[in-house]
Nanobody
């Protein structure tokens, strides 16, 4: 059974940092791309970042470029999202996801994914 579990969220001040983790099971992470998405209240879920199966392809939405870094440790079945210089607009529930259709390749559109974690709350506030 494919499972993804996010952790690492919390409350931080603007300019602070958090490191989110996505721990996976039920499949071989080596052969799957993983995407990070976020959803703020009243808004649609949007793509934040994605990392290809080999780690050579990484993608970020424009608003987080230079601040967020995605990485993976296949031996630990985990994908990370390091978030630095956090802003108020980064406040959202963050989800990780994978796709049985895309498998190795990345997509930033939520409709391409069919397996999701439960989400972890990130709140940036003064």
């Amino acid at each position: 059974q494919v499972q993804l579990v996010e952790s690492g969220g919390g409350l931080v001040q603007p300019g602070g940092s958090l490191r989110l983790s996505c721990t996976t099971s039920g499949f071989t992470l080596d052969y799957r791309a993983i995407g990070w998405f976020r959803q703020a209240p009243g808004k649609e879920r949007e793509g934040v970042s994605c990392i290809s199966s080999g780690g050579g392809g990484t993608y970020y939405t424009e608003s987080v470029k230079g601040r967020f870094t995605i990485s993976r440790d296949n031996a630990k079945n985990t994908v990370y999202l390091q978030m630095n210089s956090l802003k108020l607009e980064d406040t959202a529930v963050y989800y990780c996801a994978t796709s049985a259709r895309l498998r190795r390749v990345c997509a930033m559109t939520r409709y391409e994914y069919d397996y999701w974690g439960q989400g972890t709350q990130v709140t940036v506030s003064s």
